[in-house]
């Protein structure tokens, strides 16, 4: 039975081995590439891999063994969010219910609605194409080709959802491409996190409660900016702006 046939083309520099092993606590063996990087060059998101052998040491439920070979799994993240700053930051923003809220606010608005489902086929389509081509008839035999190359962020089936926004901003750092995904990028830089984890130690709030009337402002506002975005991109590559 045939293996995995992908292998790192170039080993990563010492300096970023060792920042994702720090940040992971272990070292991924389906790591790509760097995908983005903060102001003193140290990863932030990391590209990777479909297939993967390992996780940690403990191969997921959906492994299966290749002949002798070791152990192999679908992996649906295409792009990482690893930096341990910028997800602590996104935790906050989830945990006064920013997901629900920008879920019903994108489903309103056909521009963001658009943006969306093409950030998760664009998604999609780079995970398959990602993978050589006998990896490709590797997770077709196995039966992971609708699951590698149908669902969208993370592995999302439903791709006008969201799912947590760490992967979402992990896609847009990355590519410049996901309206989810700029939404917390803007947010992190209004500071909105620091806002909204004041907010959560003032009043306990817990997730799924409603943003205060600030917060549902400051958060209006920028959605409305990415729609306008979103509606030019249309006409364009389908890819929002990034400055990171």
């Known amino acids: 039975m045939r293996e995995v046939a992908w292998r790192r083309a170039a080993a990563l520099a010492p300096g970023d081995t060792r920042a994702i092993t720090r940040n992971l606590g272990f070292f991924p063996s389906n790591v790509h590439s760097v995908a983005a990087r903060d102001t003193s060059d140290a990863p932030t998101v990391l590209q990777m891999y479909p297939l993967s052998t390992s996780l940690n040491g403990s191969p997921g439920r959906r492994a299966v063994t290749r002949g002798s070979g070791p152990r192999v799994q679908p992996w649906t993240t295409l792009f990482w969010l690893v930096c341990p700053t910028l997800r602590s930051k996104i935790s906050k923003l989830e945990a006064v219910g920013f997901i629900p809220y920008l879920q019903a606010s994108i489903s309103e608005h056909p521009a963001l609605m658009h943006g969306m489902v093409g950030a998760h086929a664009r998604y999609a389509d780079a995970r398959w194409t990602s993978l050589v081509e006998s990896d490709q008839e590797l997770a077709c035999e196995i039966g992971w080709e609708a699951r590698l190359r149908e669902t ?93």
């Not at 830089?189 to 917060?215: F, I, K």
């Not at 549902?216 to 590559?237: Q, Y």
Request: aromatic share 2%; net charge negative.
């Open 152 to 244: 969208g962020v993370g592995g999302m089936v439903g791709t006008a959802q969201l799912k947590c926004l760490h992967m979402h901003c992990g896609h847009y750092l990355a590519t410049g491409d996901n309206p989810a995904g700029r939404w917390v990028s803007l947010a992190l830089e209004e500071e909105l996190a620091e806002t909204a984890g004041a907010l959560q130690r003032e009043c306990g709030q817990s997730p799924g409660v409603m943003l205060d009337a600030s917060l549902r402002s400051s958060a209006s506002s920028l959605l409305m900016a990415i729609e306008r975005e979103c509606s030019d991109a249309a006409d364009g590559e389908g890819v929002l702006p990034n400055d990171h």
